[in-house]
């Protein structure tokens, strides 16, 4: 008996409970804003820059300064780098001596193999960039040079323990 009579109170004050709920539920909203709005946030400072990315080695960086700034050598003795300055990709000509120019970036690499076969190191490096000068995407002359670097490491470090 009590509960329906607590069901019969309830259904005709429902409109008086949803009031009250209403306020209450603005209220904390209220509370809440203002409450954020007291609070003072700390200083953001700006973002930093991420630090620049380095595009070239420092090896191959010092051997093109080493090769160019040379009293005895001239961009135009070498024929290397005159293929590259000559190369115009809006020609239809030179964009078709692309493959003479990674076939003759090909015969370096098989002659720095060869060297390096040989064990000379030095030889089969140099000869790894000048390929990697004619053609820059050539990936194998990549793969070879980072490979003898590796052993010229490992030699020099050789070199040290006999000592």
Known sequence: MNTQKLVLIIKGSIDKIILVLFALLLLAMFMFYSKEQQTIPEEISPPQPPPPET???????????????????????????????N??????????DVEAIRSDATLKYKEALELY?????????????????????????????????KDEEKQKEEQKEAQ
């Open 87 to 96: 190369q115009n990709l809006f020609e239809y000509k030179a964009v078709r």
């Open 55 to 85: 595009l070239i080695d420092d090896d191959i960086l010092e051997m093109i300064k080493e090769y160019f700034l040379n009293d005895e050598v001239s961009i135009e003795n070498n024929p290397d780098a005159m293929v590259l300055i």
């Open 117 to 149: 076969k040989k064990g000379e190191l030095t030889a089969a490096r140099k000869m790894c960039d000048r390929a990697l000068l004619i053609y820059p995407d050539h990936v194998q002359a990549r793969a070879l040079r980072q490979q003898i670097i």
